[in-house]
């Protein structure tokens, strides 16, 4: 604070230069006033107030003693001045910021900007932690508390319906969270939140929301969520499924192995400095990767490529992805002039925290590599690790640097975008290895003219050769992959080695090929490359030794072939979802999966056998609860080892749960039988283990 203040929400903090320290009932006394502020008040209702237990002898000398103690605090800060008159007192604040008064003043106010003030004012509760063993004055504290706390969740009430009603989920997710801390128990900020997680793509947060609501609810009330919140839930389940099962209903693949249709996932948009910005996300990995192409784009009409639909499906198989198209390109405003590397990078970060996303992998191709390594050298604290394929330093040929575009090649490339826009494109030197695909070229055409005009390609273009980020290179500090095809006629494969020499630490990999874009030649090698870096890349969380409860099963005796897991990984994830269990591994037919309760792994175990079971699928499993070590999302120890042990007693359809597990759950309303005991190394005599009756 540069000035004299006195806060009140979330604490009793006075301040100001060499302020003198009060005493508890003398800040009682300051904040019973300050609340009045400008009223007198009598000195006996203050003594009464404040010092009731004492005689009024007392009472009235350590009323006295606070007012003086008081005043030479407020004249200590250069703000406020205590009046008293006779028999009365009264607190002026002249020149003391108020945080309540402030509070007050802009929770009244009808703009969401005002609104938004107000909560930042609102540190917490009015005197937090303050107490005083005084019976009027816990009367009058606790009644102006919930009368300031009830201002505050207006203000979010507000604000929720206002971020709801303006489509910004991101804004949307913020405040109805803080709403729920307060009112954990209101149904219809849940579904505001569920709506907001979905509106961003994370689906499986808004499901996990509406389990929150639910154990909220039973926990507090008995009661289950009211039919409109059951049903949201239904809808963004299946909404969920068909998402999932997309890739699988899509027309049969040609003989290149890629299916000729893709459902187009919903485009949204958020406003970047005025400007509207498209994006769309897929995927519900752990991990938040966003792809920044080259040059021009489209959002939808990427899809109508087989090649490149394979590519974004794989990416988003193990991340959250999140694709952008430029401003003045794609479904982005467009005839917004020329943009500036950094005003690019301001939408991307606009975008990312549109969906929020707190640390993303940036994956920059071709010219969309640049901005990417600004964004990385401008906001490490955002940036889990840095992709770079077929990108470079500087568009012109240099000195220093000799493998950019000479200005007679740059003018010979924007009369030929001039010549052919429209036509089918000429792959020869973006993917030669395409060049006979008819189908490719005549998709690329249209993919390049719903992305821009050819005025706006030219222009773009002439742009993109102007950029230069060789400066800012020895600033990245983030895991950074570096990726080329050496053979690439856009991108010299120098250029990947100069980048690789600039950035620190960076890993440098290059493949055979010519195909300059990520849907050519060797794009599985290219995924696969991305997928085992960045699982790798983010830094390593130190180990953690943690108790859980390891539910393994196995679906390979099924009747239905040798990969029921994988048919039936949608109805798996559901139930593991419900359950807020997690999975850890997936191999021959085996799915391992932790939870933090028993109760609920046993519960998880009996929902899938029960579901699958409907399908023709016997799942055999087995739970055990021990102590693992977590080292980010990978899990390993004992307890997973003896699960699968015990799996191997377990006949189709059963359920079988070790003795620890078994103590463990008591009072939960399942029955368990002995089975049998088994040795298990490094532990003391036999493990006795259960068949788990989940019948009631």
């Known amino acids: 604070m540069t000035g004299p203040y006195l806060h009140l929400l979330g604490g009793f903090d006075f301040a100001g230069a060499a302020v003198p320290a009060i005493s508890r009932k003398a800040r009682a006394m300051v904040a019973y006033l300050a609340l009045q502020s400008g009223h007198s008040q009598s000195r006996e209702k203050l003594a009464t107030l404040l010092w009731g237990i004492n005689s009024e002898a007392q009472a009235r000398m350590s009323l006295r003693q606070a007012v003086s103690s008081v005043r030479k605090a407020m004249q200590a800060c250069g703000g406020g001045r205590f009046l008293t008159d006779g028999d009365s007192v009264a607190l002026h604040l002249d020149g003391l910021d108020f945080d309540v008064a402030r509070f007050e003043a802009l929770v009244a106010s009808p703009a969401s900007e005002d609104l938004e003030l107000a909560l930042n004012v ?163 990995g752990p991990i938040d990767l966003i792809y920044v192409s080259g040059w021009v784009s489209n959002l939808d009409l990427a899809w109508d490529s087989p090649r490149l639909a394979h590519v974004l499906r794989r990416l988003g198989s193990f991340s959250r992805l999140i694709r952008t198209d430029k401003r003045g390109t794609g479904l982005s405003d467009r005839n917004v002039g020329l943009p500036t590397l950094e005003e690019r990078m301001e939408d991307m970060r606009a975008v990312l925290d549109a969906v929020g996303s707190k640390r993303t992998v940036l994956f920059g191709s071709s010219e969309g590599g640049p901005m990417c390594m600004l964004f990385a050298a401008t906001y490490p604290e955002r940036t889990a690790a840095l992709v770079l394929n077929g990108t470079y330093a500087s568009g012109r040929r240099l000195r220093d640097y000799p493998w950019g575009r000479t200005g007679q090649e740059v003018e010979e490339d924007l009369a030929a975008i001039e010549r052919q826009w429209g036509e089918p494109a000429d792959m020869s030197n973006a993917a030669p290895s395409l060049m006979n695909d008819a189908f490719e070229r005549e998709w690329f055409a249209a993919y390049l003219r719903n992305s821009a005009s050819p005025a706006e390609a030219i222009a773009l273009w002439r742009w993109g050769t102007e950029i230069d980020v060789r400066d800012i290179l020895p600033a990245i500090h983030v895991p950074t ?15 990947g080695r100069f980048l690789a020499a600039s950035i620190e630490g960076a890993r440098h990999i290059e493949f055979a090929g010519r195909d300059h874009v990520i849907w050519g030649e060797n794009s599985d090698r290219l995924v696969d490359e991305i997928q085992a870096f960045v699982t790798g890349a983010l830094p390593a969380a130190p180990g953690e030794r943690l108790l859980v ?101 377990a006949r189709p359809g059963e359920i079988i749960a070790s003795r620890t597990v078994r103590d463990l759950v008591v009072g939960s309303g399942l029955r368990f039988e002995e089975r049998g005991e088994m040795a298990a190394i490094g532990l003391p005599g036999a493990f006795p283990f259960y068949s788990v009756d989940g019948s009631t």
């Open 481 to 495: 992959l570096i990726a080329q095809a050496t053979g690439d006629r856009w991108v010299n494969a120098e250029e």
């Open 122 to 284: 609102y540190r917490g509760d009015l005197l937090d932690g303050f107490g005083l063993k005084e019976e009027p004055f816990e009367d009058w504290l606790r009644i102006e508390r919930e009368r300031l706390r009830a201002l505050a969740v207006a203000a979010l009430d507000r604000l929720v319906a206002h971020y709801a009603a303006t489509n910004d989920p991101a804004a949307c997710v913020r405040v109805a969270t803080r709403l729920l801390a307060m009112e954990p128990l209101r149904e219809d900020v849940h579904r505001a939140l569920m709506r907001a997680y979905a509106a961003q793509g994370r689906t499986n947060l808004a499901l996990k929301q509406y389990e929150h609501c639910r154990t909220a609810l039973q926990r507090d009330l008995k009661l289950q969520p009211e039919p409109e919140t059951r049903q949201l839930f239904e809808t963004l389940r299946t909404r969920r499924t068909i998402a999932q099962a997309r890739p699988a209903m899509a027309d049969a693949d040609d003989a290149t192995g890629f299916s000729h249709q893709t459902a187009r996932p919903q485009t949204r948009y958020v406003k970047s400095a005025g400007v509207n910005i498209a994006y769309q996300v897929t995927g519900d």
């Open 549 to 649: 409860s390891v539910l393994s099963l196995d679906m390979t005796g099924s009747p239905l072939g040798i990969e029921p897991a994988e048919r039936h990984a949608e109805a798996l994830h559901g139930e593991l979802l419900a359950a807020e269990g997690r999975e850890i591994s997936r191999t021959d037919g085996k799915v391992l999966a932790v939870f933090q309760r028993p109760t609920r792994s046993i519960q998880c175990a009996i929902a899938i056998r029960d579901r699958l079971r409907r399908s023709g699928v016997e799942v055999r499993s087995a739970v055990h609860i021990g102590e693992c070590e977590q080292r980010g999302h990978q899990f390993s120890g004992a307890a997973i080892e003896l699960s699968l042990r015990l799996l191997g007693h």
